[in-house]
Every structure is written in C-alpha cells, then in structure tokens.
C-alpha cells in the first residue's frame, strides 16, 4: 500500500504563492512517476505537473512559467511551487503517484484558494 499526504495548501490573493507538499510512504521503490493534479468546482480533475518515467517533467499549458515540479528522493516527497497564482488556480490539488505496475494512488487532497 501506499499513502500520500499533501500539505500546503491556503488562501492567497491573486499574484502570491505557495509550495505544495506530498510525502509518499509505504510499498515505494522510487517516486519516478509523481506529480500534482487539481480540481476546481464542476470541472473535471486535470493534470498540473508530473514527472514521467523518462525522469522529464510534464506541466499543464496554463501553469508553464508559475508553477514548478520538483523533488527530494531522499525523502519521498514531491514539491510544487506555485508563483503568481491567478483565481483560476482555485482548485483542490492532488497528489499522484503510479507505482511499477501501473496502479495510480491519490492523496486526499489540499485546497488552494486564490481571492481577487
């Protein structure tokens, strides 16, 4: 089993910041395939940023240039950095990961709020 807990996440007004966190733990061989989803209010989850198998990052067209994937091997853990975030960005954001077989687990999820 696997389990991913996010953290980070808050109210901002437009134009600030914040850095997500998601720490994985249990059956873990590496965090090669990790990254950050998000869903806002009657729209469909979508892709924020990941890491794929080849070791490249993967990010959605509205952050490219705001947001920033990175992460700490060592600890498991993967960052997103999120810089002049618009109200847009209002969305509970996920943490993913897919392990050696495929099977995608989730985290439960932290809220980001942008105000205007």
């Known amino acids: 089993q696997v389990q991913l807990v996010e953290s980070g996440g808050g109210l901002v007004q437009a134009g600030g910041s914040l850095r997500l966190s998601c720490a994985a733990s249990?059956?873990?061989?590496?965090?090669?395939?990790m990254g950050w989803y998000r869903q806002a209010p009657g729209k469909q989850r979508e892709l924020v940023a990941v890491?794929?198998?080849?070791?490249?990052?993967n990010y959605a067209d509205s952050v490219k240039g705001r947001f920033t994937i990175s992460r700490d091997n060592a600890k498991n853990t993967v960052y997103l950095q999120m810089m002049s975030l618009k109200p847009e960005d209002t969305a509970v954001y996920y943490c993913?990961?897919?392990?050696?077989?495929?099977?995608?687990?989730w985290g439960k999820g932290t809220l980001v709020t942008v105000s205007s």
């Open positions: 993913n990961y897919i392990n050696n077989y495929g099977i995608n687990y």
């Open positions: 249990g059956s873990i061989r590496s965090i090669n395939r």
């Open positions: 890491f794929t198998s080849g070791g490249r990052t």
